[in-house]
């Protein structure tokens, strides 16, 4: 089996995978000023995609130019998430180098779609495909690909609940962590958190919601800027766990609503329920924004690393007075106003650099396996070969795991891998 990384090798970004110059796997994009998409425009026969982040998906219409309609396969969830998205950075960018696609290309997705559910094996591009449960977010897909003579598992991005963990406390509230462990001889592997440990999720949840609840205790607003897929959804969950009042705004919203159509791929599909009905949707513009800021509530918005959204509207309005807080609930990509916000306690909003007298904090709600969940996940897996992408160490924990006696390899972008059962060679 021939693998070519097109994106997402040694870098977190635009992970796209060509198996046998035939099926793809992802086809993302790498947020940045500008945008990277992946190294090649592949003509596959099919593609395949494990779950809707626009690093994954970003880049998908632009796969169905001129008269290239290669049917597309992925889970219901992925499906919606992905066109979302589309349509979002059309709107945003649409008519720009920053915008790979066309409004045209995006309704062809619709046309060649084809949705499945987990363990349910389809064929695409001549191989045989299963979806297994990757616990990441509603949808999110490990991929396993069987030519007939190798078997290749694409884990996509994972995430496992704490051994401990009787329901949801050692885990994410909004998916169940992955539990499938299918027979591979190949493992292409995510790496993002495999040197971190995230800690116990519900001493983190007691921590968050201490600290939310005081703030609004002394008079102060808190704002949480939260991705809109999964982050959003999960935060929602916490605060009617916890009571808290909460508004959510940006793009969770739709994708809130969305995930209530898909209840067999979230863990508690009633929670989810509870969790919308307890929070306040925001339903107008500026105006009513800024006299939320003004309330003594926790405002869940997009964007997660404050890069646009309407966190350009709460994060002015809330800046000046140290009773209030923003309370960072992700990974800050270097170069993002919400790692300069960390960093420095300043940030480039709209165009204007503001220092920033509330509070800031940071919690890791990640959505990743950390690097005791990789181990964990990879354990049954140490007859196979492991190549490791997606991650900013990808050598680094390659290296790792061939000193702990695994087959293990981190490409670059552009190389190619054939593998088999028993077989590695690499070229470039």
Request: a negative charge; charged letters at 25%.
């Amino acid at each position: 089996m021939d693998v070519r990384f097109l994106g997402g090798a040694r870098e977190v970004g635009r992970s796209a995978i060509l198996v046998n110059d035939r099926l793809l796997l992802d086809y993302g994009t790498l947020t940045g000023n500008p945008p990277q998409f992946p190294v090649a425009a592949p003509d596959p026969e099919a593609v395949v995609v494990s779950h809707g982040h626009l690093d994954h998906v970003g880049s998908i219409p632009s796969l169905l130019s001129g008269d290239r309609r290669p049917p597309i396969h992925w889970t219901p969830p992925t499906r919606e998430l992905a066109l979302t998205l589309a349509r979002d950075t059309l709107k945003l960018h649409g008519g720009t180098y920053d915008c790979p696609f066309t409004e045209e290309e995006v309704r062809r997705v619709t046309q060649v779609s084809e949705t499945h559910g987990y363990r349910e094996t389809f064929t695409a591009a001549g191989h045989e495909i299963t979806f297994y449960n990757a616990g990441h977010i509603p949808g999110s897909a490990h991929v396993l690909v069987d030519d007939g003579e190798t078997r290749l598992l694409y884990t996509g991005d994972f995430h496992l609940d704490d051994a401990s963990a009787a329901d949801h406390p050692g885990g994410q509230r909004l998916v169940a962590g992955t539990t499938a462990r299918p027979d591979a001889d190949v493992v292409v592997c995510e790496s993002t958190y495999s040197d971190v440990e995230h800690g116990d999720r519900a001493e983190l949840e007691e921590r968050f919601a201490e600290s939310v609840r005081t703030t609004l205790w002394e008079g102060g607003t808190v704002v949480v800027p939260a991705f809109a897929i999964g982050r959003t959804q999960e935060l929602l969950l916490v605060c009617e766990a916890y009571d808290i009042p909460c508004y959510v705004d940006g793009m969770g919203k739709r994708v809130t609503e969305m995930l209530r159509r898909h209840p067999e791929f979230v863990r508690d599909a009633d929670a989810l329920g509870r969790a919308k009905s307890h929070a306040r949707f925001v339903t107008g513009r500026d105006g009513q924004r800024r006299r939320i800021a003004d309330q003594n509530v926790a405002i869940v918005t997009t964007s997660g690393m404050l890069s646009g959204g309407p966190a350009m509207t709460y994060i002015p309005e809330v800046r000046d007075h140290p009773v209030n807080k923003i309370t960072l609930t992700g990974y800050q990509v270097e170069g993002t106003p919400g790692r300069d916000l960390l960093d420095t306690g300043s940030a480039e909003l709209d165009g204007r650099v503001m220092p920033v007298a509330a509070r800031v904090e940071s919690y890791d709600f990640s959505a990743h396996a950390d690097a005791d969940g990789l181990r964990t996940f990879l354990d049954s897996y140490r007859d196979a070969t492991v190549l490791v992408n997606h991650g900013d160490r990808c050598v680094a924990f390659a290296d790792d795991l061939t000193a702990d006696g695994y087959r293990a390899v981190a490409p670059a972008v552009g190389e190619t891998v054939s593998v088999g059962p028993a077989t590695l060679e690499r070229q470039a």
